[in-house]
């Protein structure tokens, strides 16, 4: 089992930046891949960035060019830049981590809201 723990999450004006951090622990050994997912008022979750235990990363068409994944793993934590924010982008952003056994842990969440 893999523990998340997400921060950095807040209130932005439109065009800031925020960055949010996700803190794994427990069984590390076994995360193939992690991720960052949000979920909107209403609507249904939905993928913003992957990265692999390789470094190589896939993002959403809707955040490419304005967020970027990395991972630092001697500290066994996930980032999230996010710059030129939008409304839009407004939600709960939640951490993931997949195992090499395909199996999902989800940290608590962490809102980011972007007033205009």
């Known amino acids: 089992q893999v523990q998340l723990v997400e921060s950095g999450g807040g209130l932005v004006q439109a065009e800031g930046s925020l960055r949010l951090s996700c803190a794994a622990s427990?069984?590390?050994?076994?995360?193939?891949?992690m991720g960052w997912y949000r979920q909107a008022p209403g609507k249904q979750r939905e993928l913003v960035a992957t990265i692999t235990s390789g470094g190589r990363t896939n993002y959403a068409d809707s955040v490419k060019g304005r967020f970027t994944i990395s991972r630092d793993n001697a500290k066994n934590t996930m980032y999230l830049q996010m710059n030129s924010l939008k409304p839009e982008d407004t939600a709960v952003y939640y951490c993931?981590?997949?195992?090499?056994?395909?199996?999902?842990?989800w940290g608590q969440g962490t809102q980011v809201t972007v007033s205009s």
């Open positions: 993931n981590a997949r195992s090499i056994f395909q199996i999902d842990s």
């Open positions: 427990g069984s590390i050994f076994s995360v193939n891949s």
